[in-house]
């Protein structure tokens, strides 16, 4: 049985677990990081101390994107099909999502993890501003497709869908985003999406 280590309320967490959920594997999760900390014996798994780490039939790995790439190869390659193109067009979006990560990740810390009284207007802004232009890339890239590499639901949706929740849970000015709406319509109904993905920001 798959082994996945960290908090829920961690994105990183949430891909590992939707992926997994989305792949129809059993897995058992144990709360690592952040009120939970991380106990020697996690350490000596991932030196890191980062969350999430998995281990699989004693293979142990960690890096999030990492991991969702070895479970699809592992068990479920329609998500992340053989032809090199398909693939290389999962991994730009996979690589690009960290990029979007670090434009959410002030805002982010501001509205849900500090309390209004200390909420910067200009941190605020900043963020709604290149959260806003990263997703208008979005927005083109489905405006073509209804998926990230193309007509089916793939490997490469999983991390930019964890944000795109945030994103839209957020208290923040947006604008018309019909496609990316639409993507993430077709997200919500997915039953790991819907439990593990779109839970309470804290």
């Given at each position: 049985?798959?082994?996945?280590?960290?908090?829920?309320?961690?994105?990183?967490?949430?891909?590992?677990?939707?992926a997994?959920?989305?792949?129809g594997?059993?897995?058992?999760r144990?709360?690592?990081?952040?009120?939970?900390?991380?106990?020697?014996?996690?350490?000596?798994?991932?030196?890191?101390?980062?969350?999430?780490?998995i281990?699989?039939?004693g293979?142990?790995?960690?890096?999030?994107n990492?991991?969702?790439?070895?479970?699809?190869?592992?068990?479920?390659?329609?998500?992340?099909?053989a032809?090199?193109?398909?693939?290389?067009?999962?991994?730009?979006?996979?690589?690009?999502?960290?990029?979007?990560?670090?434009?959410?990740?002030e805002v982010?810390?501001?509205?849900v993890?500090k309390?209004?009284?200390?909420h910067?207007?200009?941190?605020?802004?900043?963020?709604?501003?290149?959260?806003?232009?990263?997703?208008?890339?979005?927005?083109?890239?489905?405006?073509?497709?209804?998926?990230?590499?193309?007509?089916?639901?793939?490997?490469?949706?999983?991390?930019?869908?964890t944000?795109?929740?945030?994103?839209?849970a957020?208290?923040?000015?947006r604008?018309?985003?019909?496609?990316?709406?639409?993507?993430?319509?077709?997200?919500?109904?997915?039953?790991?999406?819907?439990?593990?993905?779109?839970?309470?920001?804290?």
């Amino acid at each position: 049985m798959l082994t996945i280590w960290g908090r829920l309320n961690s994105h990183n967490v949430k891909k590992v677990v939707w992926a997994a959920e989305e792949i129809g594997l059993e897995y058992v999760r144990h709360d690592v990081g952040g009120r939970f900390g991380m106990d020697a014996a996690y350490l000596a798994r991932n030196p890191n101390a980062l969350i999430p780490t998995i281990e699989d039939d004693g293979f142990v790995l960690w890096e999030s994107n990492a991991i969702l790439r070895y479970l699809a190869e592992a068990y479920a390659p329609h998500l992340w099909p053989a032809d090199p193109r398909t693939r290389a067009a999962a991994d730009k979006w996979m690589d690009w999502q960290f990029a979007y990560a670090d434009a959410q990740r002030e805002v982010f810390l501001m509205l849900v993890r500090k309390p209004p009284e200390a909420h910067d207007p200009a941190v605020i802004a900043r963020g709604i501003e290149e959260t806003g232009r990263m997703m208008t890339i979005l927005e083109d890239c489905l405006a073509r497709q209804p998926w990230l590499t193309g007509e089916s639901f793939g490997i490469a949706d999983i991390p930019m869908g964890t944000y795109a929740h945030t994103w839209y849970a957020l208290d923040l000015a947006r604008g018309d985003y019909p496609h990316l709406r639409g993507w993430y319509e077709r997200l919500i109904v997915r039953p790991g999406y819907a439990s593990n993905v779109m839970i309470p920001l804290t």
